[in-house]
């Protein structure tokens, strides 16, 4: 059964979303993975890995079967694997990479054949001939580093497969996948180091089984989450084991990777012209301002983390152009306090973009209905940091149509107040502060 699933998992599966559990299958078999990308100027090379000996691996991802007309199509990128020189500061000099080519399916015969042609004019030639893993190669990899760690009894079982079967347009059920994550790398005090190491690595593959509906239907903001999740998990089962950084950082960075890549994906389909809009049908003004303002931080996250990398983001005069926008037209809405950080992003991207002071108006709007919504004992208390935009807004929908008192009980506190007055008062706001402070 557990086979299965990930024939199936597999099957269904482009090269984006199995290219993680690949990559981790790579540290599994003692290789150190030097960068994981899936883009048109990684001169065909997906995967770089050093092996034990020293020796430079590249790998192309593709999914599906593989037959002569997709082989022919995909050529360039082929040529491109094998006969390009491998470029990384973890590498130096020149040396000859083996190149691979993975798919997730079969390569017809005259695919092979045409494969074996190509390796003779390239073994004449100063190349490395091409080397292929099939789908069915990848299902052994896959299966040996997940055994032992499947569920073992019917409600963890079923909260794995509801997973895998989920309407991936739909809200990730974060306290099930938590729980499938946690058990997959529960450990004890006397748990050896290399089955803690097993663990790990299995927590990414469980990870993409249980988090393919969201990739396959593209929903980028469940991705995000789920990543983040599963590399928290990893980080925390490393500690608790006590285990040294250079074993479980492979791990935790390939996670992380995915939860990037989803943010950058979700950061360019925000940039998408109507993409903030509402649906076709009717919908609460508060649920598509929320949505405004999750992505307005995701756009700025991607442009600070883009440059924290030494690589500005292509898309940044879009993106300075989306925030203000947003902004000025009353956009962003601070349904909680979980709303803060993305506040606090748009301010610390615009930094980096604009010259003036905008970024301070966007920390002032923060602070100030902060203030104003919690220190006002007639109003309704902003919800904690605990409560995403979703759980907000449903208790905002809750005392308005069925008197819900639970926020009106709440007692006047703030989470953040003090980091946003740190922040106003070093860069150097300290009137506007005076004018808030009564309230504060």
């Known amino acids: 059964m557990n086979e299965r699933l990930i024939e199936d998992w597999l099957a269904k599966a482009n090269e984006r979303l199995y290219q993680t559990p690949f990559a981790q299958s790579l540290i599994a078999e003692g290789m150190e993975v030097l960068r994981v990308a899936h883009s048109p100027h990684e001169h065909g090379k997906d995967i770089i890995a050093v092996d034990k000996q020293g020796k430079v691996q590249a790998y192309q991802l593709k999914d599906g079967d593989l037959d002569l007309k997709n082989f022919e199509k995909d050529l ?13 500061p973890a590498i130096s000099g020149q040396p000859r990479h083996q190149p691979w080519l993975v798919v997730s399916g079969q390569i017809s015969v005259p695919a092979e054949d045409r494969i074996r042609v190509h390796n003779i004019r390239w073994s004449k030639r100063p190349y490395t001939p091409l080397k292929v893993i099939t789908g069915r190669q990848l299902l052994v990899r896959f299966a040996t580093m997940s055994a032992n760690f ?17 309407n991936g347009k739909n809200k990730l059920d974060r306290d099930n996948f938590v729980k499938l994550i946690a058990e997959v790398t529960s450990v004890e005090a006397k748990t ?10 299995a927590a990414n593959l469980f990870a993409s089984y249980a988090l393919s509906p969201f990739h396959n239907s593209k929903n980028n903001w469940e991705l995000v989450q789920g990543w983040t999740i599963a590399a928290a998990q990893i980080a925390w089962t490393a500690d608790q084991a006590n285990l040294p950084l250079q074993t479980w950082q492979p791990s935790f960075r390939l996670a992380t990777n995915a939860a990037l890549r989803a943010l950058a994906d979700l950061a360019w389909e925000a940039l998408q012209p109507d993409a ?24 700025a996250a991607q442009i600070l983390i883009s440059r924290q990398h030494g690589n500005p983001w292509e898309h940044e005069s879009n993106a300075k152009d989306c925030i203000e926008k947003l902004f000025t037209g009353g956009r962003l809405f601070l349904w909680g306090e979980s709303a803060v950080p993305s506040f606090v992003a748009l301010v610390w991207a615009l930094d980096q973009l604009r010259g003036d002071h905008f970024a301070d108006r ?25 409560d995403s935009a979703d759980d907000a807004n449903s208790k905002w929908l809750k005392r308005l149509f069925e008197k819900e008192t639970a926020l009106d009980l709440q007692a006047t506190a703030s989470y953040s107040l003090e980091a946003l007055v740190t922040l106003v008062a070093r ?6 502060l005076a004018s808030l402070w009564s309230p504060i």
């Not at 360039?76 to 990384?88: F, K, M, N, Y």
């Not at 499947?150 to 989920?166: G, H, K, V």
């Open 192 to 201: 050896k180091r290399v089955e803690v190491e097993r663990r790990l690595s």
């Open 276 to 299: 903030l809009r509402p649906g076709t049908f009717c919908e609460l003004d508060e649920l598509t301002r929320s949505r405004c303002t999750v992505c307005a931080g995701a756009i």
């Open 76 to 88: 360039g990128q082929i040529i491109a694997l094998v006969e390009t020189q491998v470029e990384h």
């Open 427 to 432: 860069r150097l706001w300290r009137n506007t």
């Open 362 to 386: 966007i920390l002032f709007s923060a602070l100030s209905g902060l203030v104003h919504q919690n220190s006002n004992h007639s109003l309704p208390k902003i919800p904690s940091p605990y």
């Open 150 to 166: 499947w569920p073992q009894i019917p409600e963890d079982s079923n909260r794995l497969f509801n997973r895998y079967l989920a």
